[in-house]
């Protein structure tokens, strides 16, 4: 004969703990896993630009972001920019080289997109174009959001690679080449893939696709 | 290949840690001290001991506070004699702080870097001649700016007949900055070492003891050539 032995109170409690950690444990793994949950998607049928020949439209992984050209600033290299988005050059480019919550650099046409990236040479690619010279605001603050064109040891070697900062960086100032600002999705840039001890990232997260608002449907 | 890269990775992550300071001028472990100065210039402190250059050749330690406190003032005031146009044709943005900088083992008042726009400065290096190694240092950066200008055969012409420099500037131990009582064509015994030296010498007394190198000018004939050759040559660099 089988003996029933009745749970006491403090197995039941013990029981129902178990079962609220594991249902718990379910729903925040599959919330951290969605590392886009918490990025506000953007319409953008409800935004007015008032220039939209100055617009061109990232899309990454975790949403859209919208940037807004400065040629007033930087005209040369603002259509320089502006001549390799509307090809699509841009179109699969890796974010090779991102300093955690402060920048995000990507461009390079020759060694760094999705179809061709070389982890050795990824940085050192050209565009057949060539080099161009800075053009270099002193006034412009470098803040978040700030979009510039990279730049060798030396001024006047900027070509395609472009960065774009995730905080304030004053230090930036007359030292880089201004060419726009995130003025929407700057959030889905802070989602981009890092690391904590390097600025260069093995297996990269890519920008699905740049373009010129123009371009958009 | 992914191997190596990841190799790459590591080691770069054991040497460095990624920051925009980095991104920008190649040094690590530095933060800005002083960034809205009138002449353009910004001031970084190391905040921890760093390596930089070939097989990092050179290393510099964090900067103590004491000698931030004690100095940065008098580092200003000499800088600040420069102006904003002046700097950017000597190639002078950044000043690097740190404390026992050496390059090659060797410890060295300051390393210019003209491609960076950039000098580190040793700020517990010679305690007596301190300021004017500020100047002889930023000789190095105008000399570099312009090598045509300051030419360093037509320079060696201006000694005695039969004299000659050292192959290098550490290749002797004539390292002493004590300013000779009996100049006999040079200031100090660094002076002998190499031209670029010697201009150098000559070019920190020229801003921070004027008045004494005009005694000296009056009884050393090749005194006073050397600085009439300084003072014409940053003229033209300053009317360029």
């Not at chain 1, 841009?90 to 080289?97: E, K």
């Not at chain 2, 201006?158 to 007949?161: E, G, H, R, V, Y």
């Given at each position: 004969m089988i003996k029933k032995i009745k749970a006491s109170m403090g197995e039941k409690i013990l029981f129902i703990f178990l079962i609220l950690l594991a249902i718990t444990s379910f729903v925040f793994f599959y919330t951290i896993k969605n590392?886009?949950?918490?990025i506000d998607k953007i319409d953008l049928k409800k935004i007015n630009f008032?220039?939209?020949?100055?617009i061109v439209i990232m899309n990454v992984e975790c949403g859209m972001v919208i940037i807004e050209l400065l040629p007033n600033l930087s005209p040369n290299s603002v259509e320089r920019f502006k001549f390799f988005v509307s090809n699509g050059d841009?179109?699969?480019?890796?974010?090779?080289?991102v300093i955690k919550n402060t920048l995000l650099q990507a461009g390079d046409l020759e060694f760094g997109n999705i179809e061709n990236i070389d982890y050795f040479k990824v940085g050192s690619g050209k565009s057949k174009l060539g080099p161009i010279n800075s053009e270099i605001d002193s006034q412009f603050e470098f803040n978040a959001g700030s979009v510039g064109l990279v730049r060798g040891d030396?001024?006047?070697?900027?070509?395609?690679e472009f960065f774009i900062l995730l905080k304030n960086v004053p230090l930036f100032k007359g030292e880089y080449t201004p060419i726009g600002?995130?003025?929407?999705?700057l959030d889905a840039l802070t989602k981009i893939k890092s690391s904590d001890k390097t600025e260069y990232v093995l297996r990269p997260d890519f920008l699905s696709d740049l373009k010129l608002l123009e371009q958009y449907n | 290949m992914r191997i190596l890269f990841i190799l790459l990775i590591v080691f770069q992550s054991n040497s460095l840690k990624a920051d925009e300071i980095n991104y920008l001028l190649?040094?690590?472990?530095l933060k800005t001290f002083s960034l809205n100065n009138e002449n353009g210039i910004k001031y970084l402190i190391a905040k921890k001991n760093f390596k930089i250059g070939v097989q990092n050749n050179i290393s510099c330690d964090k900067l103590e506070k004491k000698n931030l406190d004690n100095k940065f003032s008098l580092i200003k005031r000499n800088l600040d004699l420069y102006d904003n146009i002046f700097l950017k044709k000597i190639n002078l943005r950044f000043i690097v702080l740190c404390q026992n900088l050496y390059i090659s083992k060797i410890n060295t008042a300051g390393i210019p870097d003209l491609k960076k726009r950039t000098l580190i400065l040793d700020l517990e290096f010679n305690e007596k001649y301190f300021e004017r190694v500020i100047h002889h240092e930023v000789f190095h950066l105008i000399q570099g700016s312009f090598p045509e200008i300051f030419n360093e055969e037509a320079w060696s012409n201006?000694?005695?007949?039969g004299f000659k420099y050292a192959?290098?500037?550490?290749?002797?131990?004539?390292?002493?900055l004590d300013i000779y009582k009996?100049?006999?064509?040079?200031?100090?015994?660094?002076?002998?070492?190499i031209p670029s030296e010697d201009m150098a010498e000559v070019y920190s007394f020229y801003v921070t003891d004027k008045e004494n190198l005009e005694k000296i000018k009056k009884i050393d004939p090749i005194i006073f050539k050397k600085a009439e050759y300084i003072e014409t040559k940053i003229k033209k660099i300053n009317n360029l």
């Open positions: 590392k886009c949950l918490f008032p220039n939209k020949s100055n841009y179109d699969g480019s890796s974010f090779y080289r030396e001024f006047n070697t900027e070509d395609s600002k995130v003025i929407y999705g | 190649k040094i690590p472990n201006l000694n005695k007949k192959d290098c500037s550490t290749c002797t131990d004539k390292l002493g009996n100049t006999d064509g040079f200031l100090t015994e660094y002076s002998k070492t």
